[in-house]
Structures are given as structure tokens and as C-alpha cells.
């Protein structure tokens, strides 16, 4: 393909400033095409970005409500890291936070009046492993029916959603506050025990949640785990060939169903941690309204899939998220973080691809008529070795 | 016998599976293509959110207006769709993250929102809506008069559809065509077939059928707006493609049958069945989940019908 006496041509090695590249000029152009929509719609997108920032990083305070948002990002983020980098799509994770924000909620309500030392770890291993369940069908199917596991898992996000919001709206579930006056008049989830209520760690004006720090500890032991282990290399090996893999004798199908299931329950982490963290109740409407999983795709994506990458990776867009329900509806139409996420994700999409050509001149390949005496070098007589 | 449970969940199945037909029709042709769209849902509710911002802000005769929405809803999932054939087929970037990345961009917290936020879209009721077409008065004759003589004009509109695409697919040199890039885009390339035409075109389709598949559910099936209002039709017309095995014909059966699962709820309850909602909300994504099973394991062992390059990026270098 030839553009204005350009041509490219693939790179026979991708340097790493052009891999930095990606999620940059990504960004950038997120950041123009939400512009335009914004001054389409007679706002001012220089301001309402400057908004953005100072509502997302311009004081401590800003800040410390970013690390909330980020948290749940953060661990879909860690979900879908772990998921992709051996392609399996785990698109469910959206169910997988519901049900996982469910189960914590009535370990936190059954053991909350315990001390904090038993009810939050029991809320952290409700939330996982009720995530791991509900990506367990598919997993299995996936690895020993072979049904895509990709409309699979998306399906469950949808039952997820609305068992959630049976749990709430349409029953007398054990999760449903139905003692309170208020809880009589309009549905509304039952509250965690006080000592089930996750603690945040505060200094120098920041409040760090508790669920952001198992974020960390998740990430750094995901990566060693990626880097150091036998089921990292793993890992590694069939995501760059499922082939390869399954040659060189690697039990592929269990090698698939474990890490999609330490990708549900990281996922079903992000939903506990939002109830440990945050609502202390379960909020069908504003779990499913958050979006926290298909941010964390975004969050994976832009770093490809690195475990320690996703951490300012989710930080950063923590704070987009942060901004967007702090200011949507008030100051810009709803919607807009959605789609810069979108717009995000297509420009590292499409970078993967572009990062591995350069622009080089047409000239440069032109057939040269000073190469004409070349040959008497080719053709002379082959050395003997020694 | 018109009011019977029979004859209203056979009409539900039609007026839900419609959209499955159409978005799914179009998929379809894409997929011959060798291109799959996972941001079909998105298409949906851009469609959807188009169309209905034309039904609060046009007047003029009802049949005028509702045909400049449906077009306008086709335009807008057709540029929608053309933004993801750039990327998939020009850059030759990943199908499925650029997939995501458009349900991501178009989707229920995305642009499709930021359209209906700013229009002050929800909450307000249409001044316009499809309404069934009674043709030649057999609309009241028992049984097939509801049924084949009472729909609006988009349902008609989809039964040409279904065997005007099997006819382009099975018995054009198109379809012939088409169907060579997807199962071999280099053989197709070499015999002077542009693989990229055929795909930039089909991709089109895809978006515009989805468009209209979308704006069904704001003119027929709810006449308001509300964020993500297609709850996942785009994501089991994906689905649906895969368990008819790629033919058209088979596609109308499975639409209706997903649309009737999906009527089965609100025809109940208003019959004074009184169960829980989601009890009955849940069941066409858990059907689709089983369909996906059979089509994967005991219907066929091999991908019947599939393109052979479904999702894979032709370049001529081979990259």
C-alpha cells in the first residue's frame, strides 16, 4: 500500500516505544472523537474535560474516589487480563460481579455481627467463588463440548442481572431488607453486618479501600504466577499457539478451565468489593448500570494483558469512571464515558495491528542502477571454510 | 379462538423474533463474508435510539415519517458498522476486540445513551408507532388471520427478506462470490474477486439490518426509549446464526422460537399468571446456551455451514 510516496512495510522488530505508542495515541484520539460529540451537542469539551480531571485527580479527595472506582475496575481488569492472554474470552464478567456481589452479600449479612477477622474474608470467598461457579458451565462446555465459550459466558451476564434483581425486586430473599419501613416501601437489599464493612486505609489525606489493596495483591501475585509458574508458562504457551500447546503435551482443556476459573472469581472479587467497599447492600440498578466489566476489558486491553500494567491502567480510567458518575447527566449527556471506553479499545484494537508497519519512502525500494555491479560480488567463488 | 394462549404466544413469537430475523439476516451475510460482528447489539441500539429520535421530532403523515425513521435507523447502523469494517477489514485489526469495542462504543452506558441523554429521549412517549397492517380485512379470520394478516409492515418486510437472501446466497454468481471469499479469500482474490468489496459491502448490510432490527423496538415493540433496550437480541441473533448453520431458512424458525420464549412471560402474566418475572425473562438466554450446545455436539461434529475464514483477516501478504 503506497499513501503520498509512503509505503509500509512491517517491522522485523517492534520497538518498545511504539508499543507505548498505542494506548497513547488511542487515548488522544478517544479524547478528539468524544470532543466532537460533545461540541456537536453544544458543550465545550475542553471544560468539561478540565471538569473531568479535577474531579478525578485534582485533590486528594478526588483521588481517593477514583481508588474506589478503580477498585472493581481493577479486579474485572485483573478477570479479563488472565482470560485473554491465553484467548479465552470471558465476555461474562458482568454476571460473574453480580452473582459474586450476591453471595458476599449474604456471607456479610450472615456473619457480619462476627469480627471483622471471619466476616471479611468469608465475603471475599463468598464473592470468589460464587463468581467461579457461575463461569463454570461454560468453561466446561468450552473445554469438553467445544461451544464457544464466548456467547456463553455473555448469556450468563444476562441471568446474572436478573437474578440479582429477583433477589431484590421480586422475592423475599434472604439479601432483601424486608424489616425497615424503607425496605417496605421501595425494595432495597438488606445491609452487611457493621463489622463485615471492608476498612479503608487512610493517610496524608488519601483514603485507600481495602478491596483496592486486594486488587494489588491480586495483580502482583497474578504476575508472578504468569511469570514464574508452571501454569503461567502454560498460560503463555497456548495463547500464542493452542497447537503448541497441546503438541508439547500441556493439558489444555484443565489448563483452560483453571484460569477461567481464577478469572470468574476475580470478577465475582470486583462484585464483593463493591458491597464490602461501597454499598454495603446489594444494588441490582447500580451494578448493572456500572459497567465495571466491560471496563475492565478496556482496562486489560490497553496494557495487553500484563497484571502489573492493569494497575495505572485502571487508575487511569478509575478516574474516567469516577468523573463520568460524578458529573453525567449534570454536566454532559450519559453515555460519554461508555464511549470513550469504546473508542479506546477500537484504537488499541487497530494499533495491534498498525504498530507492526513503519512508513518507509517509495524510493527506497526502487530498483537502483548502481546496485548493476553487484553480481561479480555474488558470484565469486565461495570461500572454503577455514 | 383468536384470543386463545396458542395464537397470542405464535403473534409474540413473531413481533419478538422479528428483530432476530432481520439483525440476523444480515449477520448472516456477513459472516458468508467471512467478517463476524460482535458489536451487532450496538448497530441494534443506535438503530433503535435513531429511529425513535425521528418519531419525537418529525411530523408529517405516519406512513412518511415512520419510513424516514426506519431508513434513517438502516443509515445510522450502516455507518456504524462501516467504522468496524475500516478497522477489520482495511486495517485487518482483531474481529473480536474491535467487536467489543463498538458494543463498548455504541452500547447501553455508550454513544447510543449520550444520543438519548441529550435528545431527552426517555421517558417520553412516541407520537408514532408501526401498527399491524390488516390486509384485505383477513385480519379477523380465525386462526391464520392474526397471524399471517395482522403484522406491521417491518414483519412483511422481513418475510420477502428470508428468501431473497436465500436466493442471492444459493443462486446468484453474488452469492456464489460471497460465498467464496468466506471460505477462501485467497482462492477468491485470485480468481479477480475484490475480497475487500464484498466484505466492506456485506459488513454494510449487516450494520443496516441491524439498524432496522433496532428501530423494531422503538416504533412496534415498546414505542419508548429506554438505555440498552434491546436486552441482548443482538447477542442471540450472533448466537442464532451459528445453531441454523448459516441458512436463512432455518433462521425464521429459530428467530420465532426465540421470540416466542421471550413472549412467554408478558402473555402470561396478563392472563393472571402470577410468577416472578425473570423466571421467565431468563429463559431465551438459557435456551440459547443449550442451542449452542446442540449445534456444537450432538447436531453435528463439524462446523456445518460455517465460512472457513470466519473471523480471520485476509491480507494478500499474509499476515
Redesign the interface.
Known amino acids: 500500500m503506497t499513501v503520498a510516496g509512503f509505503r509500509f512495510e ?1 517491522r522485523a522488530i517492534l520497538p518498545w516505544w511504539v508499543r507505548a505508542l498505542v494506548p497513547l495515541i488511542s487515548a488522544a484520539l478517544a479524547l478528539i472523537v468524544a470532543g466532537l ?1 460533545l461540541t456537536a ?1 453544544g458543550y465545550h469539551p475542553l471544560s468539561v474535560y478540565r471538569q473531568m480531571y479535577d474531579i478525578a485527580f485534582g485533590s486528594s479527595i478526588a483521588i481517593s474516589a477514583t481508588l474506589v472506582a478503580a477498585t472493581p475496575i481493577l479486579l474485572t481488569g485483573l478477570a479479563t487480563a488472565v482470560a485473554f492472554r491465553m484467548n479465552a ?1 470471558n ?1 461474562g464478567g458482568e454476571g460473574q460481579l453480580y452473582v459474586g456481589a450476591a453471595a458476599a452479600t449474604a456471607a456479610g449479612i450472615a456473619v457480619g455481627h462476627q469480627s471483622s477477622a471471619i466476616a471479611i474474608p468469608a465475603m471475599v470467598l463468598a464473592g470468589m467463588l460464587a463468581g467461579s461457579v457461575w463461569i463454570l ?2 468453561a466446561l ?1 468450552r473445554a469438553y ?4 465459550e ?3 459466558t ?6 446474572g442481572g ?2 440479582v ?2 433477589l431484590i425486586f ?2 423475599t430473599s434472604y439479601v432483601r431488607d424486608t424489616t425497615s419501613a424503607g425496605g417496605l416501601v421501595y425494595p432495597q437489599g438488606r445491609m452487611i453486618g457493621y463489622s463485615a464493612m471492608w476498612p479503608a486505609i487512610t493517610g496524608s489525606g488519601l483514603v485507600i479501600p481495602f478491596g483496592f489493596l486486594l486488587g494489588l495483591v491480586c495483580a502482583a501475585v497474578l504476575f508472578v504466577i504468569m511469570r514464574f509458574s508452571l501454569l503461567g508458562f502454560h498460560i503463555r504457551v497456548i495463547g500464542d499457539s493452542t497447537s503448541a500447546g497441546r503438541y508439547s503435551g500441556i493439558p489444555t482443556s484443565r489448563v483452560f478451565v483453571t484460569v477461567m476459573l481464577i478469572s470468574g472469581a476475580l470478577a465475582g472479587l470486583a462484585g464483593a468489593s463493591q458491597v464490602g467497599d461501597l454499598t454495603h447492600t446489594l444494588d441490582p440498578r447500580g451494578l448493572q ?1 456500572a ?1 465495571y466489566a ?1 471496563t475492565g ?2 482496562v486489560a ?1 490497553v496494557v495487553a494483558y500484563n497484571p502489573l500494567g492493569v494497575v495505572p491502567s485502571a487508575i487511569i480510567i478509575g478516574g474516567l469512571v469516577n468523573a463520568g458518575l460524578a458529573l453525567q ?1 449534570s454536566s454532559f ?7 470513550i ?3 479506546v ?2 484504537g ?3 494499533g ?3 504498530s ?1 508497519y513503519r512508513p518507509a519512502r517509495t524510493s527506497y525500494r526502487r530498483p537502483s542502477r548502481r546496485l548493476e555491479p553487484a553480481p561479480e560480488v555474488s558470484v565469486s567463488p565461495a570461500k572454503e571454510p577455514r | 379462538v383468536n384470543n386463545s394462549l396458542a395464537i397470542s404466544l405464535v403473534v409474540a413469537g413473531i413481533l419478538y423474533g422479528t428483530p432476530l430475523v432481520i439483525a440476523g439476516l444480515g449477520e448472516l451475510l456477513s459472516e458468508k463474508s467471512g467478517v463476524m460482528n460482535l458489536g451487532i447489539e450496538g448497530y441494534m441500539l443506535m438503530g433503535a435510539v435513531s429511529a425513535f429520535w425521528v418519531v419525537t421530532r418529525m411530523t408529517g403523515p405516519s406512513a412518511l415519517v415512520l419510513t424516514v425513521a426506519v431508513i434513517f435507523a438502516a443509515v445510522v447502523g450502516m455507518l456504524v458498522a462501516l467504522i468496524y469494517a475500516f478497522a477489520t477489514v482495511s486495517i485487518g485489526a482483531d474481529q473480536l476486540m474491535c467487536g467489543l469495542a463498538i458494543w463498548i462504543f455504541a452500547g447501553a452506558t455508550g454513544f447510543s445513551s449520550f444520543v438519548g441523554s441529550d435528545a431527552n429521549l426517555g421517558g417520553i412517549a412516541a407520537n408514532y408507532s408501526l401498527q399491524p397492517l390488516n390486509v384485505l380485512g383477513l385480519g379477523n379470520v380465525p386462526i391464520l388471520g392474526p397471524i399471517l394478516f395482522d403484522q406491521n409492515a417491518l414483519v412483511y418486510l422481513s418475510w420477502v427478506l428470508v428468501p431473497v437472501v436465500w436466493f442471492y446466497l444459493n443462486r446468484t454468481r453474488t452469492g456464489l462470490h460471497l460465498r467464496a471469499v468466506g471460505e477462501e479469500p485467497a482462492s477468491a482474490d485470485a480468481q479477480g474477486i475484490s475480497v475487500a468489496q464484498y466484505q466492506y459491502c456485506h459488513v454494510a448490510v449487516a450494520g443496516a439490518m441491524a439498524g432496522i432490527a433496532g428501530s423494531f423496538y422503538t416504533l412496534a415493540i415498546s414505542s419508548a426509549w429506554l438505555d440498552g433496550i434491546t436486552t441482548g437480541a443482538g447477542w442471540i441473533a450472533l448466537a442464532l446464526v451459528i445453531f441454523v448453520f448459516w441458512r436463512p431458512e432455518l433462521l425464521l424458525a429459530g428467530a420465532y422460537f426465540f421470540g416466542a420464549l421471550t413472549g412467554v412471560g408478558p402473555n402470561l402474566q396478563a392472563r393472571g399468571v402470577t410468577v416472578p418475572p425473570e423466571v421467565f425473562s431468563v429463559l431465551p438466554y438459557l435456551m440459547t446456551i443449550a442451542a449452542l450446545v446442540l449445534a456444537s455436539t450432538v447436531w453435528t461434529r463439524t462446523r456445518h455451514g460455517a465460512p472457513n475464514s470466519l473471523g480471520l483477516s485476509y491480507s494478500r501478504e499474509g499476515h
Open positions: 512491517r460529540m451537542t474470552r465476555i458451565v461454560p462446555l463440548l467445544r461451544t464457544s464466548l456467547i456463553t455473555l448469556m450468563l451476564n444476562y441471568v436478573l437474578l434483581t429477583y421480586d422475592s448500570a459497567q466491560w476489558i478496556v486491553a447527566g449527556p450519559l453515555g460519554l464515558v461508555g464511549a471506553e469504546g473508542i479499545l477500537f488499541v484494537a487497530c495491534l495491528v498498525l507492526h
